[in-house]
C-alpha cells in the first residue's frame, strides 16, 4: 500500500531529512522518498497507518500537511 502526502514548509534537504525521519519513525511504514521540489512524501506501508497518524507526525516535525491521498 502506499500514500502521498503533500506538505507545506520544507524549504531544503534539513527540512526533507527531518520528514523522512518522522515518517520512517512510524510503525508500518517500509520506506519513504520524500521531495522538496514536488513538495511530496511517498510512503510505502506493510500495514495500514491512519492519516491522523501521519499528519501528526509530520505537524510534530514542524510542518503542515495539506493532504493525504
Ligand atoms: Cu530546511
Redesign the pocket.
Known sequence: MKKKITIEG???Q??VRHVKEALEELAGVQSVNVSLERKIAEIELNQDVDNETIKAAIEDAGYEVTSIS
Open positions: 520544507m524549504s531544503c534539513n527540512c
